[in-house]
């Protein structure tokens, strides 16, 4: 009797846990379709690259990114021999998603001494990325944020936290406040 009750609690924890993973991914994008995404400055996507990143206010390079804080990227249809230019303007966000990134998940080891040594615990990592489709440009295939969290405990960036990581150079503006993480 004493074995069914322990597995009648394990169900019962491991579905409330299950159940709290699943809340956490079917949260509302940062930016919901019809929201507007408008960039102020004329960005370059150099060479060969499919990418412009956003951290810390102004574009960066990828090599030059801090994977451990947030930043966000406008994505281009593709990479070309030469330089695309990304004029200023306004676009219209089709459509929105979050997801979790798996293939971003690393092992982090923890060092131990004592009695804790040789433990073998270790955290995982993944990628929270906020992926919206844009139109209102040939050149612009999407916007994406992303923010490294561990597996399991993290979370997707706020539209607030998105907007400091761009800084002036783009403006979010979601199309309604009505669940939107501020």
Known sequence: MNRILQAAAFGIVLGLCTGCAGIREAGQPMLGVGSTVRLHTALVVPERRWSVYL???????????????????????????????????????TSARRRLDRTAAREIRIASIGALANTGFERRYRAYESEMSLSGADDIRAFTCTVLQEAGLGRYMTLAEARSVV????????????????
Do not use: M, N
């Open 167 to 182: 800084g002036d150079v783009l403006s979010l503006q979601p199309a309604s406040a009505v669940g939107v993480e501020q």
């Open 55 to 93: 951290q810390d206010s102004k574009p960066q390079r990828l090599a030059t990114i801090d994977e451990s804080r947030g930043y966000c990227e406008l994505k281009v249809h593709g990479p070309k021999p030469t330089a695309q230019h990304i004029a200023p303007g306004v676009f219209i966000v």
